[in-house]
């Protein structure tokens, strides 16, 4: 697929069939993500992959455990991916002699690139999804749940899930009937969010 229909292709699904996906396919998708940049190439991020049905389940239970979607064409995605970014890795990277900042000082940084790398690292991973003729979704994990999942799938203390990436075979027509507020807001044209020379 070209690279510009990949863009425009993009969307995100809600709906899902339960056809499974290739492990050759997931594996593709997981080494385009691999390819997301980093700041001195930190690569602080990392990906729980979650493949069969079971911790598919478990986190569907865990995340949403008043079972609020439990009904949802969603829970069809035959993988979900959860990015988890780390920022002690990018300390320790700029502390190293040719960066120079010993006293790893988190406020030296201008925003968390530990989340805005594992965010391009998640925009590849969709981007790779429409490659492959699927569907995918990125949607955050509620506060409250994210210890519970940390817990249920061992995720290290350091490294936080940004939210997570349901990825299947999109069923068009329950995807079209599922609630969003987006489908009564248009695109932002690109004349009113690009500010050429100055903001205005």
């Known amino acids: ?24 396919v997931v594996d593709r998708l997981l080494r385009a993500a691999n390819r997301a940049p980093s700041a001195g190439f930190s690569q602080g991020y990392a990906m729980l992959v ?10 569907w239970s865990t995340s949403d455990p008043e079972g609020r979607y439990r009904n949802s ?9 959860i990015p988890c970014s780390n920022k002690e890795i990018y300390l320790d ?10 006293d790893r ?3 030296r940084w201008p925003v968390p690139f530990w989340h805005i790398d594992t965010g391009m690292l998640t925009m590849l991973l969709l981007l790779a999804a429409v490659d492959e003729g699927l569907g995918a979704l990125y949607f955050g994990i509620m506060p409250p749940s994210v210890p519970a999942v940390k817990e249920r799938f061992g ?20 995807n079209a009937r599922q609630k969003s507020s987006a489908k009564s807001i248009t695109r932002r044209p690109v004349e009113e969010i690009a500010h050429r020379g100055r903001w205005s």
């Open 1 to 24: 697929m070209e690279f510009q229909d990949v863009i425009r292709k993009r969307r995100m699904v809600r709906a899902f069939t339960d056809e499974p996906i290739a492990p050759e």
């Open 50 to 59: 979650l493949e069969t049905a079971e911790d598919r389940d478990a986190f």
């Open 73 to 81: 064409p969603l829970h069809n995605a035959q993988l979900v991916v």
């Open 93 to 102: 990277r700029y502390a190293r002699p040719d960066k120079g900042w010993e």
């Open 105 to 107: 000082d988190e406020g």
């Open 155 to 174: 995720i290290p203390a350091d490294f936080m899930p940004i939210g997570a990436v349901a990825i299947g075979h999109p069923d068009p027509e329950r």
